[in-house]
């Protein structure tokens, strides 16, 4: 769905410094996009609620320190909600042993635009959070996932990077990127033409001869103009062609660029594809400097089999 049609926001939280920043931010982007918020939690079983399911309690016993672990959950999610955005939001309490299959299952189930995660960035410990619950987000699900370092704060998707395979869904991502640009921003278009460094004999690198390279980037050249005929023209930067590998070469632009937002699309839906997520977006919102929307690719999703 294109920016500009937001509905429904779904931002997780752990409690942590970083998914409040998450949550400051998935507010202020709600409030941009005249879209609902909705914020949830994901309660894994603690120490004291397993005790509880041992020893000689009945049934009534455990039922009734489930009842009471999950309305404590419930009474410091709505403080914590409260004491972040000063204010009252739609604040959700979910029990599941699998975070990231319990955010995608909800956002699912309640119709949800977007994905919001905060926390992720260069330090060691945000790398693992994206690492886990986040990555397994990133390749699970079908709605755009937005992924935030945990400095960043919002103003506005003003200056917006795009980069795209040229595959079916590449439009789609397009159609993303001009919606978070309007009125009044930049979009810019990348695509990267993937090189592989081969080496020879006495393992000399090969490299493909330079006219080849132009006449590939003068093709991309032109492919991406042929996708962008419906944007407004006063959005559009000249587009970007790099040589190089994928992900090295979006978070090259990306650091000359400095955008408020990147937006990437994942490779497939199904199988290796979906796990790996064509590895792109994965690395690129692991290592960017500024936010990533990943954007799923609907093309071959069940839904249009």
Not at 112 to 138: K, N, Q, S
Not at 217 to 243: M, N
Request: charged content about 25%; hydrophobic content about 50%.
């Amino acid at each position: 769905m294109p920016a500009d049609k937001l509905q429904r926001i779904l931002v997780p939280v752990d409690f942590s410094a970083a998914s409040a920043n998450g949550l400051l931010v998935g507010s202020e982007i709600a409030r941009r996009f005249g879209a609902h918020l909705t914020v949830l939690h994901v309660e894994i079983a603690t120490a004291a609620f397993t005790e509880a399911l041992t020893g000689t309690n009945t049934a009534a016993d455990v039922e009734a320190a489930a009842h009471g672990h999950r309305q404590a959950v419930q009474e410091r999610l709505e403080e914590f909600v409260s004491r972040i955005l000063g204010g009252v939001a739609d604040a959700v309490v979910v029990d599941a042993i699998f975070v990231a299959d319990a955010i995608v299952r909800y956002a699912e189930e309640h119709g949800t635009d977007w994905i919001c995660m905060g926390g992720t960035g260069h330090r060691a410990i945000e790398r693992l959070v994206l690492g886990d619950t986040a990555a397994r987000v990133l390749r699970q699900s079908h709605v755009p996932v937005l992924t935030l370092r945990s400095e960043f704060v919002f103003d506005d998707f003003r200056r917006v990077l795009v980069a795209v395979d040229l595959g079916e869904g590449s439009r789609r991502v397009i159609e993303m990127g001009a919606a978070l640009a309007r009125p009044g921003g930049q979009l810019t278009v990348m695509h990267v033409v993937e090189s592989v460094e081969e080496l020879g004999l006495y393992r000399v690198p090969l490299q493909a001869p330079a006219e080849d390279v132009r006449a590939a980037v003068e093709w991309c050249e032109g492919a991406l103009g042929d996708l962008l005929p419906d944007v407004d023209p006063g959005l559009l930067a000249p587009v970007r062609v790099v040589v190089g590998r994928p992900g090295a070469g979006i978070l090259a632009v990306e650091r000359e660029m400095q955008p408020d937002v990147t937006v990437v699309g994942t490779h497939g839906r199904h199988g290796f594809e979906r796990l790996v997520l064509g590895s792109v977006a994965e690395r690129v919102a692991r290592r960017a400097v500024g936010p990533v929307l990943v954007v799923p690719n609907l093309v071959d999703s069940p839904a249009q089999e």
